[in-house]
């Protein structure tokens, strides 16, 4: 980070959704606008979305891009802890995950700053 | 006004879906005119294998218990203009359901009702089980089987539909094969018109939610605001001859259509984007495109087909032992370190009899793991409203309703101030999939009058 960056949440840049089958997830992450989909094809890697879901032990992370949707799709294996009928969790589903994944920190230049979503 | 497309409307995407989202879809069906069909998404793994137990109790039983909730409101408005329903409300049971389906019909005043039954997604019989056992893992081929269903695809629905079925069904199809059936009916394309086939799909995977391409699960305050969500509108998929589609919402209602909550839905519980596998296609939104053409209209190009994949997916459920859940909430000043202090009497109470999971609501919850590694990570904080929540299975029930006593004794002999002890204790299923020749489980298509 320097003078010229600052760091904002990921879900000031994207939006997201959780699906589920058996024990695997996957989470879309979909840039609110153009500008900010090579940001978050950098930054959001496979490499990190594992380390933010490392306490749920995936066994494989694979990332999928999609620029014409401006998006990405992530899958996750195994973070389900069994999936919807094994799981001790309340939300068997992980439903949730997507903003697991959205509290993730981007790294974005002054210049886009204006055009974060959500409360300043 | 008419277009020259097939407008298919989603009617319900889940057994608990609500019982009057499917009024206004097809009042907006008739209003705009032109042909339309409507479709009924109720089905998931848990329910099938519920359904299957509610049949062997009662042989009449067996399909969607709210059948009547999601599909009287809308029977004879349908049946009057010509809008056939499709539905996976059969479950372990179509025919129940068509015969009930008939009986509301007549109390409707409405004329014979033609109802078409899709079956052969049952695999749970004799000659069932014998097929799975070939298929399914060593591990699990000698298990208890509590339900088993082959995903049948819009084939049998399309030949119920040109035999004139004014409602066609089924018990496990596959989700999006609800309205492809339909496509294929009106339109006639050919079973290996695999780029047509995977555009429709797509559609079907856009309806078989309900309200979620709508602005369902989709709302978040601040960020991504949606109109109305208590009356949010249900959707309407407006199919081309070509396959090509638009996606748009029921007149008069809340919610909205936009990119975004398209782009949620389109990746919705896919994979690889370029393989989404169906008993029809392999469709493919690798480069697929979003674009708004309207005030809640949708258009959505570039998917693609592929040859349709040479297996079913079978799910297989089994019975899964007992789920036990025990909460008892403490607040106020030190309320987290009262909290924590109660989940360590139980464990000590439990020992390993049982393998716990712990949550703090209020501190940390969902995000963490059954194995209690991200809790055991979080320094103990200054939470004033926290709820201990914790969870067990184990196939002897005995042991889990001890957790429960255990959670419940806390009243009297853990922390201070600790109140609303609620306990629950569950059968649980448990579920697998495997892989079957598609010729080896055909489906079975009746018309019944």
Known sequence: MSETTLRAPLYRLAHGRTGDKGDRSNVSVIAYRPEFFPLIVEQVTEARVAERFGHRRPTAVRRYVLPKLGAMNFVLDGVLDGGVNDSLNLDTHGKSLAFLLLGMEIDVPQALAPLLAGPR | ?449
Not at chain 2, 106 to 121: I, K, M, N, S, T
Not at chain 2, 163 to 190: C, F, I, M, N, Q
Not at chain 2, 399 to 417: D, K, Q, S
Request: charged residues 25%; hydrophobic residues 40%; aromatic residues 6%.
């Open chain 2, 1 to 449: 006004m008419t277009r020259d497309v097939l407008s298919i409307g989603g009617g319900a995407g889940f057994s608990g879906d609500r019982w009057d989202a499917a009024g206004p879809v097809v009042e907006t069906l008739i209003k705009r005119g032109g042909r339309a069909a409507l479709i009924f998404e109720t089905l998931a793994e848990r329910t099938l294998a519920l359904a299957q137990l509610a049949r062997r109790k009662d042989s009449a039983a067996g399909y969607e218990p709210s059948l009547e909730r999601f599909v009287g409101p809308v029977l004879k408005r349908c049946v009057d203009h010509g809008i056939p329903i499709i539905g996976n409300f059969g479950a372990a049971n179509p025919r129940g359901a068509a015969r009930r389906l008939q009986v509301l019909a007549r109390e409707q005043g409405l004329a014979r009702l033609r109802v078409g039954v899709v079956e052969g997604d049952d695999l749970s019989d004799e000659r069932g089980r014998t097929l799975l056992r070939e298929y399914l893992a060593p591990s699990d081929a000698g298990r208890e089987i509590v339900s088993a269903n082959v995903y049948q695809g819009a084939g049998p629905i399309a030949a119920a539909l040109r035999e004139g079925a004014k409602v066609v069904v089924t018990g496990r199809v596959a989700d999006p094969s609800l309205a492809l059936g339909a496509a294929v009916a009106h339109y006639g394309w050919a079973e290996d018109d695999w780029d047509t086939l995977g555009r429709v799909t797509m559609a079907g995977h856009l309806l078989e939610c309900g309200a979620q391409v709508t602005g369902g699960y989709f709302a978040d305050p601040g960020f991504k605001e949606v109109p109305d969500l208590h009356d949010i509108g249900y959707p309407i998929a407006e199919v081309a001859p070509d396959g090509s589609f638009v996606v748009t919402k029921a007149e008069r209602t809340g919610g909205l259509v936009d990119a975004r909550t398209v782009k949620e839905q389109l990746l919705y519980e896919v994979h690889d984007p370029a393989a989404y596998l169906t008993p029809d296609v392999i469709a493919d939104i690798s480069q697929a495109e979003v674009q708004e053409i309207g005030e809640d209209r949708v258009a959505v190009a570039g998917v693609q087909g592929h040859p349709r994949p040479a297996t079913l997916k079978v799910s297989v459920c089994f019975d899964g032992g007992w789920l036990g859940e025990a909460e008892i909430s403490y607040a106020g000043p030190n309320a987290e370190r009262r909290a924590r202090l109660a989940a360590e009497i139980v464990r000590q109470r439990i020992g390993d009899t049982l393998v716990l999971r712990v949550d703090l609501i209020g501190v940390l919850s969902v995000f963490a793991d059954d194995g209690g590694r991200a809790l055991a990570a979080r320094a103990p904080g200054d939470a004033r409203d926290v709820r201990l929540r914790v969870a067990a299975a184990h196939a002897d029930r005995a042991r889990v309703e001890r957790l429960l006593a255990e959670v419940t004794a806390l009243y009297t002999c853990g922390p201070a101030g600790g109140g609303g002890v609620r306990t629950s204790l569950r059968s649980r299923l448990s579920t697998v999939s495997c892989l079957v020749p598609r010729e080896r489980a055909p489906a079975r298509c009746e018309i019944l009058d």
